[in-house]
């Protein structure tokens, strides 16, 4: 994405981790319901999710995507986000908070100071994605010869996506760490 003066901005994504007694779930679910609400007005926000727990459950993960850094600082210094936390401060016993990247996302969170370049990104993705593809296609044509095209292809990508982002991303990160993050940028 272009910014005014010619920068490149990059979504961020807020992930939050708020316990919660269980007998306070439904209060809590109710003061989130409004803080996405307040969320929603903000520039530069993209979208929000929240994760429950199970019925005994305590941890409830909360994600907020915006479409930069200025734009999240601006949510999180305003003072009606100041205000919603604190009419909410009695129903959380722990909270944590970390702001990702795409990449992050992707790649996990890296001691080292910055990301590969992106060709050496562009390639280890294209190193889970290509096989992954060949394979799901070539599975979904044989077992479903007359489904049209844009169905075959949802299928593929319905199955692809989760499995790059738990398994593959994980395992090519691993396998092409020396290569992603040579030692010099490492210690940097």
Same mark, same amino acid.
């Given at each position: 994405?272009?910014?005014?003066?010619?920068?490149?901005?990059?979504?961020?994504?807020?992930?939050?981790?708020?316990?919660?007694?269980?007998?306070?779930?439904?209060?809590?679910?109710?003061?989130?319901?409004?803080?996405?609400?307040?969320?929603?007005?903000?520039?530069?926000?993209?979208?929000?999710?929240?994760?429950?727990?199970?019925?005994?459950?305590?941890?409830?993960? &909360?994600?907020? %995507?915006?479409?930069?850094?200025?734009?999240?600082? =601006? *949510?999180? /210094? $305003?003072? +009606?986000?100041?205000?919603?936390?604190?009419?909410?401060?009695?129903?959380?016993?722990?909270?944590?908070?970390?702001?990702?990247?795409?990449?992050?996302? &992707?790649?996990? %969170?890296?001691?080292?100071?910055?990301?590969?370049? =992106? *060709?050496? /990104? $562009?390639? +280890?993705?294209?190193?889970?994605?290509?096989?992954?593809?060949?394979?799901?296609?070539?599975?979904?044509?044989?077992?479903?010869?007359?489904?049209?095209?844009?169905?075959?292809?949802?299928?593929?990508?319905?199955?692809?996506?989760?499995?790059?982002?738990?398994?593959?991303?994980?395992?090519?990160?691993?396998?092409?760490?020396?290569?992603?993050?040579?030692?010099?940028?490492?210690?940097?």
């Amino acid at each position: 994405m272009e910014q005014a003066g010619g920068t490149t901005s990059i979504p961020v994504t807020l992930v939050v981790t708020r316990k919660v007694a269980p007998e306070r779930h439904a209060e809590f679910q109710a003061w989130m319901r409004k803080g996405v609400l307040l969320v929603a007005g903000f520039p530069g926000f993209l979208g929000a999710g929240v994760l429950a727990p199970s019925a005994q459950g305590r941890t409830f993960q &909360i994600v907020l %995507r915006f479409a930069d850094e200025d734009s999240m600082g =601006r *949510w999180e /210094r $305003s003072l +009606s986000r100041r205000m919603w936390l604190e009419h909410g401060e009695m129903l959380v016993q722990e909270s944590e908070s970390r702001h990702l990247t795409g990449m992050e996302l &992707i790649f996990g %969170r890296q001691d080292a100071v910055a990301l590969p370049p =992106r *060709w050496k /990104r $562009s390639v +280890s993705i294209w190193t889970f994605v290509y096989p992954a593809s060949l394979c799901l296609n070539t599975a979904t044509l044989a077992m479903f010869p007359s489904l049209p095209l844009p169905f075959r292809v949802m299928m593929v990508t319905m199955v692809q996506v989760p499995l790059m982002i738990y398994v593959g991303a994980p395992f090519v990160n691993r396998l092409l760490r020396k290569w992603l993050y040579p030692p010099a940028a490492r210690r940097s």
